[in-house]
């Protein structure tokens, strides 16, 4: 259940901010924000409850969204942002679960 409730929250989240700031409904951007949930509540699933895996999911949805920014901004070719979804989200996830625990 925790899984599941991260990657929805992670997905509304990236939705939302690529709404909010470039104006477009991208079904990759939410797909990846599934994604960025998932990734980010892996390592501390069996400890967090539902709460912790939904603000896990949302920040991980903030973190995908400002990842995919900076290595943009970079000039780094990632066509599928896969160093923003496994790389940024997967720190976060790590950092998370020590929250958790």
């Known amino acids: 259940?925790?899984?599941?409730?991260s990657a929805a929250a992670g997905g509304l989240?990236?939705?939302?901010?690529t709404m909010a700031l470039d104006h477009i409904e991208c079904v990759s951007s939410l797909s990846n924000g599934l994604l960025a949930g998932?990734?980010?509540i892996?390592?501390?699933?069996?400890?967090s409850n539902p709460w912790w895996s939904m603000l896990i999911g949302v920040?991980?949805?903030?973190v995908f969204c400002?990842?995919?920014?900076?290595?943009?901004?970079?000039g780094i070719d990632d066509p599928l942002d896969a160093s923003s979804v496994?790389?940024?989200c997967?720190?976060?996830g790590c950092i998370a679960s020590g929250l958790v625990r």
Do not use: E, P, Q
């Not at 259940?1 to 409730?5: A, E, L, R, S, V």
């Not at 892996?42 to 400890?47: F, L, M, R």
């Not at 920040?59 to 903030?62: L, V, Y």
């Open 13 to 17: 989240t990236v939705f939302i901010i």
């Open 42 to 47: 892996t390592a501390g699933c069996d400890a």
């Open 1 to 5: 259940m925790n899984t599941t409730i």
């Open 90 to 92: 997967g720190f976060w």
């Open 38 to 40: 998932l990734v980010s």
């Open 59 to 62: 920040i991980g949805g903030f």
């Open 66 to 74: 400002g990842s995919i920014r900076l290595v943009k901004y970079a």
């Open 86 to 88: 496994h790389g940024a």
